[in-house]
């Protein structure tokens, strides 16, 4: 096959490493004592007696750092010299949706009217806030093909559980108890480990030669005890699972309700909606599709949307207006399963998920999905010579390949891919996720990676591979260029080193 | 089409030309027809960017409640704190804000050391040997405790004070539901302090023992009488702290507390109406397997230098899957670093003249009232404190708007208190003026 992309500078992060291969000193190390940066405002308020707590005050100050600020800022600022980021190269992380952030949602986030506002504030005085969550509401209903959504939830897997309350609750309305959810063998962590949490048992399907649920063992596993089904779709071998409506009717056939894990909506937005193919409960993980940054490990947002036969079990409160828009306030649902978060969910994610929404456009989003998945698939065709693509159809939004063989021959395995492609600039895919592929690569470069990019990224794989049948030894060393190298997981595990005084 | 993908029309032709396709749609094979839409979505067109943040500007104008223009004396688990310029800049930089969970240490030792000193802050400040890098909020801290208790103990049976934020009670009760909790309450003294009762006669034995310190009213609950309670029933004894109390107050930890959970936006973090806000979660060294969250180790690189890893992964969902601890996934990274940022600003020193201003400031505003005939009831508190109103709180509260103030917070279902709170923000001419507009709406 030809391939029409040359290859460009851009998407690596090759270049960045400014100077030294030293340890950073800890906060802890660089503390003084007497040295100081914090600055508070003279309140002239008078000092009050402690007399009455005496008992409870503490002898000596929590032994915090004592820094300047000079020295405070470039500490941090050399921790982030240390650290990969999508604003600094591509980022293919598959399920992670390692997409762009654009800028003008940080400007969003910074506005004074939103980010300075106390959660307990009566409705009257939050008006825009509410409206600001009544619409993301209705985005989020639209696009997933639902009826009401709450935006508690924190991120994906909180949305998991919430949802699967919900499930739990709709269920004891009808009198019912059923005990068992379905989940497939390729399913994310947070699926079986929610589903114990929501005091189901989790009962695994397998996944057929063609990486989608199998039919036919479905069947065989469903009965009155299924509570539901709980399906990424596409799944997180980046196939659309194309008997959806069929596995579904099996599901409601015995009562049971279908979840949609959101995490792969970046696929198909615009162009399928979890409603449609008969899902009665998604989440959405806004961090993923919708481009609010990821943070270096969180904060996400994840709400849940339902069809109308559920949504009076959905957790309180909701942003509603009982004049026809003229003012809003909140509603807690008479069912409802109660709150998920102590508040309304991650409010400042939620208006960075909207900004994007808007900018982006009924088009502008269907578009966002179709190069997205435009992007996975010249990339899986790019490199089907270097590695196995672990299924022939086509793919969504990311794909998965095998090292497999690779080891075989070289010994070299998917991990040292993944470690060696740090070494080229690039971050490394997913890897031995899902488990039903063997030393799986899981690959998801997004929409906002040029094909100059993936074709960069191709070109490292290939040079791995041709360095594992030459010398594999070499890449068992790598990677070199990174601030620290490979590191002894072992020790860290054996003996737990977790705060600064744990230190021997 | 406004687009953050940067192919251009010709690019696209090219991709599919290489795939032997010739439209988008074709992509798309393996959706079966029936279910691809062919109506655009029912969503307004694309805006400009200028058009989004005028938007936006619009919603932030809207709502009335703005720190700049409203004094607040609202706390119930969000603090109108000042906040450092140090931590905003330096917790925004992107190498943080666009990073992702640190799967590759190789790459990610900034956001892994910073949460590893982070961990050390928390650990110290809470007064346990352990700490984890951060849960989605106060709420769902407590949730983990109590799980990772029940899974501890075997036991369903938690012991919670009616002192503990009802937000968070309710979360507890929420998720209760999945895992059969049964939830026992211990009901509040006239000094909104718990009661724990007589710690003889026939106890059941429970997983938990939960109490506020201080709690929602405001009162520094009695944690050695929490302990002995625990220790009858054979329960971890959970405090759910305010971490700003604990520049002031004696540590849970080193009170006899098993596991402490605590909200962190009084760490350096915006009030940001509720969220991201930053779970805080602490615990004894021999709980370690059994903790939420992820954990950050140090280690050694293949050069012997020292670095940091994600450790103890075992405990995970990705691994343990429905066996897991927890089903915690993406957390709050970028609020702990911002809040270990935040409390390196402050320091040793400032950390323990902040909770003292807060003090003063609470007590002041508690003895103005007190020479207006608002007598708060909570005897012992920190800088938060609650008052019993003549009529409908919810209704002076409204009036209080009116005259430029955030009157404080009314407990869910007990609309005749209000709940004060003091933070360093507020200064003798603000607290002086707030009785003053309170005076003449009680008159
Ligand atoms: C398929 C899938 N489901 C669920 C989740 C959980 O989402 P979150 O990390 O937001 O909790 C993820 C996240 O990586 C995922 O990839």
């Not at chain 2, 940001?272 to 060294?285: D, K, M």
Request: contains cysteine; charged residues 20%.
């Amino acid at each position: 096959m030809k391939f029409s992309m040359a290859s460009a500078p851009g998407g690596r992060a090759a270049s960045s490493p400014l100077m030294g291969d030293a340890e950073e000193p800890t906060i802890f190390e660089l503390s003084v004592p007497a040295r100081r940066s914090f600055s508070l405002r003279d309140t002239a308020v008078p000092s009050m007696d402690l007399d009455e707590i005496q008992s409870w005050v503490r002898e000596d100050a929590v032994e915090l750092p004592e820094v300047s600020e000079r020295d405070l800022v470039a500490h941090y600022t050399r921790l982030a010299s240390r650290n990969y980021s999508v604003d600094l190269g591509a980022y293919p992380l598959g399920s992670c949706t390692m997409k762009y952030n654009p800028k003008f949602a940080d400007q969003v986030a910074a506005i004074d009217g939103l980010t300075n506002v106390h959660p307990l504030t009566p409705p009257e005085a939050i008006q825009g806030w509410l409206r600001l969550l009544d619409e993301l509401e209705h985005y989020v209903c639209e696009i997933t093909g639902m009826a009401q959504a709450t935006l508690q939830p924190p991120a994906g897997a909180s949305g998991e559980l919430t949802g699967l309350l919900i499930m739990r609750a709709y269920h004891a309305s009808r009198g019912r108890k059923p005990t068992k959810v379905v989940i497939p063998d390729s399913a994310h962590g947070t699926n079986p480990a929610s589903v114990s949490l929501a005091g189901y048992e989790a009962v695994t399907v397998p996944s057929g030669a063609d990486g989608l649920v199998d039919l036919a063992k479905l069947r065989e596993l469903v009965d009155e005890n299924t509570a539901g089904i709980m399906l990424t779709n596409p799944n997180t071998l980046g196939l659309f699972e194309r008997e959806i409506r069929e596995i579904l009717d099996v599901i409601h056939s015995v009562g049971g309700l279908a979840y949609y894990d959101g995490a792969n909506l970046n696929a198909i937005v615009g162009v399928a909606r979890p409603g449609d193919m008969g899902f009665d409960i998604v989440h959405s993980n806004l961090h993923k599709t919708f481009a609010t940054p990821h943070g270096g490990g969180g904060p996400g947002a994840g709400p849940v949307a339902v069809v109308e036969h559920l949504v009076d079990f959905l957790p309180g409160p909701l942003p509603r207006s009982l004049d026809g828009g003229a003012s809003y306030t909140w509603v807690t649902p008479e069912r409802s399963i109660g709150r998920v978060h102590a508040f309304y969910g991650n409010a400042v994610v939620l208006a960075r998920a909207l900004a994007f929404m808007q900018y982006l456009g009924r088009d502008g989003l269907r578009t966002m999905s179709e190069l997205a998945v435009l992007n996975a698939n010249w990339l899986k065709t790019r490199i089907a010579d270097s590695f196995e693509v672990a299924y022939q159809q086509p793919c969504m939004h990311e794909f998965v390949v095998s090292a497999e063989r690779l080891k075989a021959e070289t010994g070299v395995r998917a991990l040292d891919v993944a470690k060696a492609l740090l070494d080229a600039g690039f971050h490394s895919p997913t890897v031995y996720f899902p488990l039903v592929v063997h030393e799986a690569l899981m690959i998801e470069p997004t929409e906002t990676e040029s094909p100059q990019t993936l074709e960069a990224i191709a070109q490292a794989l290939e040079e791995i591979v041709a360095t594992a049948r030459t010398d594999a030894a070499a890449v068992f060393a790598m990677p070199r260029n990174t601030p620290v190298r490979r590191l002894d997981e072992a020790m860290a595990a054996r003996k737990p080193i977790l705060t600064e005084d744990q230190r021997q | 089409m406004p687009s953050f993908a940067p192919h251009t029309e010709e690019e696209i032709e090219q991709m599919l030309t290489d795939l032997g396709m010739s439209s988008l749609e074709e992509l798309y094979t393996s959706i079966p027809s029936t279910l691809m839409r062919t109506e655009p979505l029912a969503l307004p067109k694309d805006l400009s960017e200028i058009e989004v943040l005028e938007q936006f500007s619009r919603f932030g104008a809207d709502n009335s409640a703005v720190r700049s223009s409203l004094i607040s004396f609202a706390g119930g688990g969000a603090y109108d704190h000042d906040l450092s310029a140090a931590a905003r800049h330096l917790g925004s930089q992107s190498a943080f804000v666009t990073a992702y969970t640190p799967y590759q240490p190789e790459v990610a030792q900034g956001v892994l050391q910073a949460l590893f000193e982070f961990q050390t802050m928390v650990a110290r400040l809470f007064g346990l040997p352990i700490a984890n890098a951060s849960l989605y909020d106060g709420a769902a801290s407590l949730v983990e405790a109590v799980n990772m208790a029940v899974g501890f103990t075997k036991r369903q049976r938690v012991i919670v004070s009616t002192g503990v934020h009802p937000g968070y009670r309710e979360a507890l009760a929420t998720f209760g539901a999945g895992t059969h909790l049964e939830i026992e309450h211990l009901g509040l003294a006239a000094d909104d302090s718990t009661i724990f009762g007589s710690s003889d006669g026939d106890h059941a034995g429970a997983a938990a023992v939960i109490v506020g310190y201080p709690n929602y009213f405001g009162a520094i609950e009695n944690i050695e009488q929490a302990r002995a309670l625990a220790d009858n029933e054979e329960a971890l004894l959970i405090v759910v702290a305010d971490p700003i109390a604990l520049g002031l107050l004696r540590s849970p930890g080193t009170l006899g507390a098993d596991i402490v959970v605590g909200e962190g936006q009084s760490l350096g973090i915006p009030l940001s109406f509720g969220g991201p806000y930053l779970g805080l979660f602490a615990a004894r060294t021999e709980y370690v397997r059994l903790m939420p969250g992820r954990l950050v180790g140090e280690t050694r690189d293949l050069e012997g230098r020292r670095s940091f890893v994600t450790t103890l992964r075992t405990r995970e969902q990705d691994i343990r899957r429905e066996k897991a601890t927890s089903n915690v996934c993406t957390n709050q990274t970028l609020m702990a670093i911002q809040a270990a940022i935040h409390m390196a600003w402050l320091g040793k020193r400032g950390f323990q003249l902040l909770a003292r201003r807060n003090y003063d400031g609470a007590h002041y505003l508690a003895s103005r009232l007190s020479e207006i005939g608002l007598v708060p009831s909570t005897a012992k508190f920190f800088r938060e404190f609650t008052v019993h109103t003549m009529g409908s709180a919810t209704e002076l509260q409204h009036r209080m708007l009116q005259h430029g103030f955030l009157a404080g917070v009314v407990p869910p279902n007990l609309d005749d208190r209000l709940v004060f709170a003091v933070t360093e923000a507020r200064t003798r001419t603000e607290i002086d003026g707030f009785v003053d507009s309170l005076m003449k709406e009680l008159r």
